[in-house]
């Protein structure tokens, strides 16, 4: 008899080689997908990477893992990246058509870490082929949640999250049985403004907002961080991926960023997962699932970090995540309005031409204007989530620019 709960009934095949497919390789996810890929060259075997214009560094890591294939999405980096793969045998291409007919290759698992909207296209086709896909593109979620999950489910993909907080929950969903779960709770450093008072939120500079105290990031999810609105989109990602309802889903703001997620179960347990903020220990997780693989990500020192704080998220302070959580609750197409109108608030608050407190205001009042013009329907489809987003946004640059 086996004295504890490790799952050592069921002993997995021995491990083959994975072909894996990484679109968005010049990111941040891409780049950590890269470090974990060449520790472990004799278990992964690169099929086709791709970038959006960086042609340079895309050879040059095609070359390292020795893909097979290397695409550029902006055409016009097309003959840059085809000198750059001169004599190495390596296929080039250009295009989001290309984009799309690389997540079709058949890779046994697909990084989708492009980010924004140009991800939507090539991650469906890697999900409709029932590949394994680790998941780093928010819109897909956000944007066309429900169209996804059901793609997903048809074709028999695997839908892997990347996101730290989504990974945590999805490792501690494997501690019981899904109709046993009572919530889950996702944690949120609180950003650099936690302690501030609103007025000095209020005023907050670009510069400010734009310094995490955790996570090194981009920096539209660094602002997003820091009005909660990340947190946000990461309620409606989690409704969509785990398919729970608004209600059992919550929100805890924990500083020290060391526990990224819990699920309650229906007795009273609580199962968590820690980690080291470091992007490597959820892609690891990801990339080698359902095996696990020696990590290069610090190890977690409780007794160095001491002290696990939590709070609730003040709502007043960061309406931002209120907004999203209605639009999780109104559905349809509120969840793709409120990301369009964040993204155009987020750009106009980065170049100096709104406040902060003003992104909240533009999303609140494009969620009103698309509302009262009838077009929260859900989208059928993703050229029908893509027109919405198109009209979200220029609405919410108009508004943007009456508060400029
Ligand atoms: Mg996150």
New binding site residues.
């Given amino acids: 008899m086996t004295p504890t709960g490790l799952a050592r009934s069921k002993p997995l095949p021995a491990a083959a080689v994975r072909s894996v497919t990484i679109l968005g390789a010049t990111g941040s996810i891409g780049a950590s997908t890269i470090d974990l890929i060449k520790r472990e060259p004799n278990r992964y075997r690169v099929e086709a990477i791709s970038a959006r214009r960086n042609a340079g560094a895309l050879a040059k890591i095609a070359r390292e893992v020795g893909a097979r294939l290397a695409v550029v999405a902006d055409p016009d980096y097309y003959s840059e990246l085809k000198d750059a793969l001169a004599g190495s045998g390596i296929e080039a291409a250009a295009g989001e058509g290309a984009l799309v007919e690389a997540a079709q290759r058949p890779a046994d698992w697909v990084m989708a870490a492009i980010s924004g909207s140009i991800g939507l296209k090539p991650t469906l086709a890697a999900i409709e082929r029932g590949a394994t896909v680790a998941l780093a593109n928010k819109e897909c979620l956000v944007c066309a949640g429900a169209f996804f999950m059901r793609r997903a489910a048809i074709a028999g993909a695997t839908v892997l999250p990347v996101?730290?907080?989504h990974n945590a929950v999805f490792q501690a969903l494997g501690a019981g049985r899904r109709e046993d779960v009572k919530r889950v709770i996702l944690t949120a450093s609180g950003g650099p403004f936690r302690t501030w008072t609103l007025d000095a939120i209020k005023a907050a500079t670009p510069e400010q907002a734009l310094c995490h105290p955790n996570w090194s990031m981009g920096p539209k999810v660094t602002i997003d961080s820091a009005t909660l609105m990340?947190k946000g989109l990461?309620l409606i990602e989690a409704h969509h991926l785990f398919a729970l309802a608004p209600d059992e889903i919550d929100v805890l703001v924990h500083p020290q960023s060391v526990v990224h997620g819990l699920v309650e179960f229906r007795d009273g347990s609580m199962v968590a997962q820690l980690g080291s903020p470091d992007m490597r220990i959820p892609i690891a997780h990801c990339l080698a699932w359902p095996r696990r693989i020696d990590g290069p990500a610090a190890r977690l020192d409780l007794a160095r970090v001491r002290e696990l704080t939590f709070e609730e998220p003040d709502l007043a302070r960061f309406p931002a995540l209120a907004l999203a959580r209605q639009a999780m609750e109104t559905g349809g197409a509120a969840p793709t309005v409120l990301n369009a109108a964040d993204e155009v608030a987020v750009g106009e608050f980065i170049a100096g031409r709104i406040g902060f407190a003003a992104i909240a205001t533009v999303v609140e009042a494009t969620l009103e204007a698309t509302a009262a013009r009838g077009l929260l329907g859900e989208p059928a489809g993703l050229d029908a989530a893509l027109a919405i987003d198109h009209i979200a946004r220029s609405l919410a640059q108009e508004l943007a620019g009456a508060l400029a």
């Fill in positions: 996101d730290s907080e990340n990461e």
